[in-house]
């Protein structure tokens, strides 16, 4: 069945460094994406999302990119600190389609080196 | 603390027992989610409710799976005769009707569910 997938399952990055998590996805009826971001023993996080309309969107120290062209999606997360290190997962939604369910990838671990 | 409270955060069950968990979102949303996450993977969705009206199962729903929302504040999911398989985290989020989407859902902290 249709996905969402990541290319990376870790990622170590230097504190102060930027860091980018890669996700793919194959749902070409999905028109939003959402990254959460999830610490150990805590529910999911929500940081950003995007709809399929746009293909670039700023948060504070966080941006999205959407290629629709290569279905890829990624998480930009600037200057990142030892509170970033987490469990990060990209979710995409189809409203469209009447359905109010998020599918999620499996996560990137990003562990930051302080 | 996202406002979403889940009750118990772990429970230990004996195989073929049934378990019932609890889920208090926001108290202005309307939109009210149950998905299930294991070891290292993401959440999977489960079911969703609009206020008392469950909209929408996933196929990982089984006929042991059953979660209501009787008055549109809180849910309850319920599973019957707990296998080991269903040993997981179980997430509730909720979103406001003010959203075309569900894209500001919040999640609560999860119910860590073991079955031995």
């Known amino acids: 069945g249709e996905s969402v997938g990541l290319h990376l399952p870790t990622l170590s990055v230097q504190e102060g460094d930027n860091s980018i998590i890669n996700c793919a996805y194959s749902?070409?009826?999905?028109?939003?994406f959402i990254w959460y971001k999830q610490e150990s023993g805590k529910g999911p996080q929500f940081i950003i999302d995007?709809?399929?309309?746009?293909d670039k969107r700023q948060g504070q120290r966080v941006t999205v990119l959407l290629n629709k062209t290569v279905k890829h999606l990624s998480l930009q997360i600037a200057a990142t600190q030892p509170g970033d290190s987490a469990v990060y997962f990209c979710?995409?939604?189809?409203?469209?389609?009447?359905?109010?369910?998020?599918?999620f990838g499996k996560g990137t671990k990003l562990s930051v080196i302080p | 603390d996202t406002g979403v409270s889940q009750n118990p955060r772990h429970k230990i069950t004996k195989r073929g027992q049934n378990v019932t968990f609890r889920c208090d979102p926001i108290s202005e949303h309307n939109r009210l989610y149950w998905y299930r996450q294991t070891l290292g993977q993401g959440p999977e969705f489960l079911t969703y409710?609009?206020?008392?009206?469950?909209?929408?199962k996933s196929r990982l729903l089984s006929d042991r799976f059953s979660a209501e929302r009787p008055k549109g504040s809180f849910s309850t999911l319920e599973i019957q005769r707990t296998e080991q398989g269903d040993s997981a985290m179980y997430l509730c989020a909720s979103s406001s009707r003010y959203t075309t989407t569900n894209t500001e859902a919040f999640f609560g902290q999860g119910t860590r569910l073991t079955v031995v």
């Open positions: 995007i709809r399929s309309n746009m």
């Open positions: 979710a995409e939604g189809a409203s469209g389609a009447g359905s109010y369910q998020l599918t």
């Open positions: 749902n070409s009826a999905s028109d939003y």
């Open positions: 409710f609009q206020n008392e009206a469950q909209l929408e």
